[in-house]
């Protein structure tokens, strides 16, 4: 078994990981408890295990539980910080994880809470995503626009999630609802979120309200938008739709 070499490696591991309720027979699913360590993607709000997420290639049909735990901790520390249980971050994670267990009706197990498991957070620096106006990277120069990083786990998954609740899943602009057209199973949940004001032209930390600064747009308008700079408002694009 060959350990991965790259974050977009373990993205696909874990979406992979993330199709295991597909798979009744699956050894990852039978031996679900025995994963202690549990990597959170913030950009996918999605969380997978060490162990299946650290080798290359890694399948729901093909998994078979071996390698060491040890092994994938040290490969994934490149890009994942393990989240400390007093930090104010941890609570918001863990009550996830278990929401997770019980959608696939399994328990996570206590050493990830208690032991010597944990919950591992995807660095901010790592934490792009398929969002053009969301912060990534390492910062510019001295003398380029300033980069501000809003905190990872707030853009991505709380404030993203807010933003959600509110204006639904189906796009701001053009109403596209991705369950509708691709199926619950395949499209529930997926939208890109827009910022209102591009978050690396602000010259000061801010707090993101998830109303008044984020809409829910599918990836045509989310496109459509950033053609021009600044980019245009949902509001223009939505007229512009309804004139033409």
């Known amino acids: 078994m060959t350990l991965i070499e790259s974050i977009n490696e373990a993205v696909q591991n874990a979406e992979e990981f993330n199709r295991i309720k597909l798979d009744s027979n699956s050894k990852a699913l039978k031996r679900f408890s025995q994963f202690f360590h549990w990597y959170y993607f913030s950009n996918l709000d999605i969380f997978a295990p060490s162990k299946f997420i650290g080798y290359k290639n890694t399948t729901i049909g093909d998994y078979v539980g071996e390698g060491t735990g040890t092994d994938t901790q040290h490969v994934l520390s490149k890009w994942f910080t393990k989240v400390d249980r007093s930090s104010s971050e941890y609570a918001p994670l863990k009550t996830r994880l278990e929401a997770y267990g019980r959608r696939l009706e399994k328990r996570i197990g206590i050493r ?133």
Do not use: W
């Open 112 to 244: 990830t809470f208690e032991g010597t498991g944990g919950i591992y957070l995807l660095s901010e620096r790592y934490a792009t995503s398929n969002y053009p106006d969301e912060v990534g990277g390492s910062g510019h120069p001295e003398g380029t626009t300033k980069q501000v990083s809003v905190n990872a786990y707030e853009r991505s998954s709380k404030a993203r999630s807010e933003c959600i609740s509110h204006y639904g899943t189906a796009c701001y602009v053009c109403r596209f609802d991705f369950s509708k057209v691709y199926g619950s199973e395949l499209g529930s949940g997926f939208i890109h979120v827009h910022h209102l004001v591009d978050i690396a032209s602000i010259r000061r930390e801010y707090v993101v309200n998830s109303i008044r600064d984020l809409r829910p747009l599918c990836p045509n308008c989310h496109a459509m938008i950033h053609k021009r700079k600044p980019a245009m408002h949902p509001d223009e694009l939505k007229r512009k739709l309804q004139s033409s």
